[in-house]
Structure formats: structure tokens, C-alpha cells
């Protein structure tokens, strides 16, 4: 079975900290996803990389920035955070190439900021 | 950009009842992919179904990718069916994913 395991199932920071969500997967895939999911308003896309030290903006990216070092490890990096960026954050992986696969996502971190 | 819309938002049954919940999306895609997020916030993946129809237990899944909707069908259901459902489908033109804003599902005992 795919694992992806995310550094911290709860968060607490204070406004202004620099932030780093940890995501790390064990099935050598290709594309990794952080979303943010919100009352109201589902997952929404943050970042997504398909290769090491590649990656796209998605929906939602002010603010935030990732790195891809590694191929198995996606980290969200928060460069001052703000109150507006509590939520739950949602790392996912998945083989990349033709005939796309399946999404396979972390049990998530609760991230609050004070 | 395409529009993922699920159907209904919300959904109260008592234990036992059948349900079904509908994604309509708004144009053509190459996969989708049905997900349980249980009270804990764990996404758990369903089914990946780019058409046809797929069963696993008391669930399965039917999508008609020329009419552009997907059915999740979950027979008998159990308490531990509570939490919200989502539909997610994948483009053609590039690794993007997007996510339908869920039906939150209630199974009362």
C-alpha cells in the first residue's frame, strides 16, 4: 500500500513564524499535491510537483511556497504566517505518466495560526 | 476551468437506508476518482473509475464519462459511512486535479 505521512497531524504557530509542512511518500512517485481544505470551499490546490525541483502554482498560491529536493519529500513552507492561513492541509502523491493514477493523500495537519 | 459540481451537499438517512450521490463535471476528463473523508479528517480513496461501473462491498461506483457524471452508490448503510464524499477528476491537458466540494453524509443510528 502507498503511504504518505505528513510531519504533524496538529499545529500551533504565531503569526509572523515561518512555517514548514513536511510530506513524504514511499511509492517513488512522480507528482506530489499539498491542497487546503476549508468550510465551505472543499480542497483547494496549493502547489503540485512532477519532478525534483519542479513545481506549478495551483489555484491558491499566494503566500505559500514548496520545495521538491527529493523525490519522495514535498515541503509547504509558510514564509510569514497569517491568521488567514489556518486550516487543514492535505499533502497527496501519485505515478505520473500516460494513463494517469490514482491520488493517495496523508491523514492531513490541522494547522493553527495565533 | 472545469466545474466539478456534487450532488446533494448535504444527506441525513437512518442506518440501513441506500443512498446516492451524483458528481456532474463540466467537460471531458481521464480519470475520476471517488473519496470517503471520515471524521478525522483521513481522506480514503474509494474508487478510481474514468468510466463503466466498479463494486467493493456494500459500495460501488458508476460514471458515463460521454454524459459527464459519476454515481456512488452506498447500499445498507453504517454509522461508520458518516463523514463527506468527494469526487475529484483529472484533465487531459495537464497533472491538475480538481476536487468537487463534497457531499456531507450523516448515518444516524
Known amino acids: 500500500d502507498v503511504k504518505v505521512t505528513q510531519s504533524s497531524r496538529y499545529l500551533v504557530k504565531r503569526t509572523g513564524e515561518k512555517v514548514f509542512l513536511e510530506c513524504v511518500q514511499d511509492m517513488d512517485h512522480e507528482n506530489m499535491f499539498w491542497y487546503r481544505q476549508d468550510p465551505g470551499l472543499g480542497l483547494r490546490l496549493i502547489y503540485f510537483?512532477?519532478?525534483?525541483?519542479?513545481?506549478e502554482k495551483g489555484d491558491i498560491p499566494e503566500g505559500y511556497s514548496v520545495s521538491r529536493e527529493k523525490k519522495e519529500r514535498f515541503s509547504l513552507i509558510l514564509e510569514s504566517a497569517s491568521t488567514n492561513q489556518t486550516s487543514m492541509y492535505l499533502c497527496?502523491?501519485?505515478?505520473?505518466?500516460?494513463?494517469?493514477?490514482?491520488?493517495?493523500f496523508g491523514d492531513g495537519t490541522r494547522l493553527s495560526i495565533l | 476551468g472545469i466545474q466539478v459540481e456534487q450532488s446533494p451537499p448535504d444527506l441525513i438517512l437512518q442506518e440501513g437506508a441506500n443512498s446516492t450521490l451524483r458528481c456532474n463535471f463540466s467537460?471531458?476528463?481521464?480519470?475520476l476518482q471517488w473519496f470517503h473523508q471520515n471524521p478525522w479528517g483521513q481522506l480514503i480513496n474509494l474508487f478510481y473509475i474514468p468510466s463503466g461501473t466498479k463494486q467493493n462491498g456494500r459500495l460501488s461506483a458508476t460514471t458515463v464519462a460521454t454524459e459527464r457524471y459519476s454515481l456512488l452508490y452506498i447500499s445498507s448503510s453504517q454509522t461508520t459511512d458518516s463523514g463527506v464524499y468527494f469526487c475529484?477528476?483529472?484533465?487531459?491537458?495537464?497533472?491538475?486535479?480538481?476536487f468537487g466540494k463534497g457531499t456531507r453524509l450523516h448515518i444516524l443510528p
Open positions: 510537483s512532477y519532478d525534483v525541483k519542479m513545481k
Open positions: 475529484a477528476v483529472d484533465m487531459n491537458r495537464d497533472d491538475k486535479i480538481i
Open positions: 497527496a502523491s501519485r505515478s505520473g505518466g500516460a494513463g494517469n493514477q490514482p491520488q493517495h
Open positions: 467537460d471531458s476528463v481521464n480519470n
